[in-house]
């Protein structure tokens, strides 16, 4: 069984804005804007991995990020002048209960920090 889910971020240049799949405090995934990049990063216990790095990408501000999720990969993607690419993705188990712990599922959520402004937009 297949499934997907997509949140979009715009961030302003000087704010920190993204998209997080969350398991518990021991282990979270991440797409997000930082200092015009587009960044995706996975944090296991007390280990902080970047999975990749898309450089310049914040245009005029903005930058367009999502997760897709299928059964067996999260993949962290940033809307580019070619269309949607991949920056970055990471087995489910990762986060799942069997490496991390903590309870069934995961929260999919977005999160900003900064001075400016940071907007979401949700699909319909």
């Not at 398991?23 to 990049?37: F, H, L, S, T």
Request: aromatic letters at 8%.
């Amino acid at each position: 069984m297949c499934f997907c889910c997509t949140l979009c971020a715009m961030c302003l240049f000087e704010s920190m804005a993204g998209v997080s799949v969350y398991q518990i405090k021991d282990g979270r995934a991440d797409v997000y804007c930082e200092d015009g990049d587009v960044v995706a990063k996975v944090r296991i216990r007390s280990l902080d991995v970047e999975l990749g790095r898309l450089k310049k990408a914040v245009k005029q501000g903005k930058a367009e990020i999502r997760v897709d999720a299928d059964e067996a990969r999260y993949h962290f993607m940033c809307n580019t002048a070619k269309g949607w690419k991949e920056i970055g993705s990471i087995e489910c188990t990762m986060l799942s209960t069997e490496v991390v712990g903590g309870f069934t599922g995961v929260i999919i959520g977005m999160f900003a920090e900064g001075n400016d402004t940071a907007t979401f937009t949700l699909p319909e």
